[in-house]
């Protein structure tokens, strides 16, 4: 079935540094990516997203590339700050859609230190 | 404002004992879904509904239930919750599954711990 798989947190920052947060899919079918970010005590909120190859999703600083020959959705910033500290999870959603699901990996614990 | 809400945000129960979570959304939204998110395992589905009177199960329904009979609203009920079912829930929402990449809109999340 499809699945996604992220790199293992926690991951340690220092502020201003370069974040990557690795994500690769399997997929039979044609999915829409996603990457969704839960801040400390809060539900998921989208962060941004990608719905063929080649597209690129950006939102607050935040990009990641629909790459179909490597099957991955890295998510990088240039610079990350302080209040990016949260849980990041990559996310499919396969057409056709098995029922609106949303797959998830299981989810990369950022922490920035000032 | 959009959003999506969920009760209780914190339950403490006993084995045994009925308990339902309630959600609602105000988005005027055809698709509805729960949730459970596990540490190492991400979130994965346990119900989802495509619209009024229409539901079927995810990838983790056992022990759960859930109704549809508004639009605005679909409740997750543990007939006879059991330690195992200790995790922390999310009700998402979304305008249509339609194959499309809509977004999910999801709740604040409710931590359920059965003893």
């Known amino acids: 079935g499809d699945s996604v798989t992220q790199m293992e947190g926690p991951v340690t920052l220092s502020e201003e540094a370069f974040l990557t947060i690795n994500c690769t899919y399997t997929?039979?079918?044609?999915?829409?990516l996603f990457w969704y970010v839960q801040y400390p005590g809060e539900g998921l909120q989208l962060l941004l997203k990608?719905?063929?190859?080649?597209d690129k999703g950006s939102n607050k600083g935040f990009e990641a590339t629909y790459r179909k020959e490597t099957t991955s959705f890295h998510l990088e910033k240039g610079s990350v700050q302080v209040s990016d500290s949260a849980v990041y999870f990559c996310?499919?959603?396969?057409?056709?859609?098995?029922?609106?699901?949303?797959?998830f990996g299981q989810g990369t614990e950022l922490s920035v230190k000032p | 404002e959009a959003q999506v809400t969920q009760n209780p945000r914190y339950l403490i129960t006993v084995t045994g004992k009925k308990l339902t979570v309630t959600c609602s959304q105000n988005?005027?939204?055809?698709?509805m879904s729960w949730y459970r998110q596990d540490p190492g395992l991400g979130l994965r589905q346990i119900y989802y509904?495509?619209?009024?009177?229409?539901?079927d199960k995810g990838d983790v329904p056992e022990g759960y239930k859930v109704s549809r009979k508004e639009k605005r609203n679909f409740p997750l009920i543990l007939e006879s919750p059991s330690p195992n079912q200790t995790s922390l829930y999310f009700c998402?929402?979304?305008?249509?599954?339609?194959?499309?990449?809509?977004?999910?809109?999801f709740g604040p999340g409710t931590r359920l711990t059965v003893t």
């Open positions: 998402a929402s979304s305008l249509s599954t339609g194959g499309g990449p809509y977004e999910q809109y």
């Open positions: 509904s495509m619209n009024v009177e229409v539901t």
């Open positions: 997929a039979t079918g044609y999915p829409s």
């Open positions: 996310a499919l959603s396969s057409f056709p859609n098995q029922g609106g699901k949303l797959i």
């Open positions: 988005m005027n939204h055809e698709y």
């Open positions: 990608a719905t063929k190859a080649d």
